[in-house]
């Protein structure tokens, strides 16, 4: 019987508070990538109210002022996403005037983006940014632990988008 008068048969034991939790390579694993997650959310919005885009927002001008003249199609698979989950981010940003759409001259249905003189000094911002943290965070990481790192997540993503 327990303190409160209360049979403990059939309770769970919990371990103290201050004794760590064992999940196994799988759910540690998850657990990582949830922070990593968290993170990039957190982050996002942070960038939002300080530079005025999102994290995914970033990424597309980051893309575009690497690659002028990209297809819609080109940046979603470049992001691993459905063309129209990028649709409502590219809107924005044209509406925004960051970047520039026009058509395909080969093929009117085909959109191409460009960033506008105000998306390049978005491109240019390189403080107070996820990928500015992510970069300091991968400063002292060897180019075979990047690698491997690059490798693993790729199975993660590919296994993930083989749910689709």
């Not at 999940?23 to 919005?45: I, K």
């Not at 960038?47 to 597309?60: A, D, K, Y």
């Not at 940046?75 to 058509?103: F, K, N, Q, Y």
């Not at 191409?112 to 990928?131: M, Y």
């Amino acid at each position: 019987m327990a303190r409160n008068g209360r049979s403990t048969q059939g309770s769970v034991a919990r371990a103290p508070e201050d004794t760590p939790v064992t999940l196994g390579h799988v759910l540690d694993f998850m657990r990582l990538l949830w922070a990593v997650n968290h993170g990039l959310t957190r982050g996002s919005r942070r960038m939002e109210r300080t530079i005025g885009v999102t994290g995914p927002q970033r990424l597309v001008v980051r893309i575009v002022g690497q690659h002028p003249g990209i297809s819609a199609g080109a940046l979603a698979r470049t992001l691993h996403v459905h063309p129209s989950t990028l649709t409502g981010v590219l809107r924005r940003l044209v509406d925004r005037a960051l970047l520039e759409r026009t058509s395909d001259p080969r093929d009117g249905r085909r959109a191409l983006f460009r960033l506008t003189r105000r998306g390049e000094s978005l491109d240019a911002v390189r403080t107070g940014t996820v990928e500015a943290r992510v970069r300091t965070a991968l400063g002292g990481t060897d180019d075979a632990d990047l690698e491997a790192a690059r490798r693993v997540l790729t199975r993660v993503a590919s296994a993930l988008e083989a749910e689709r």
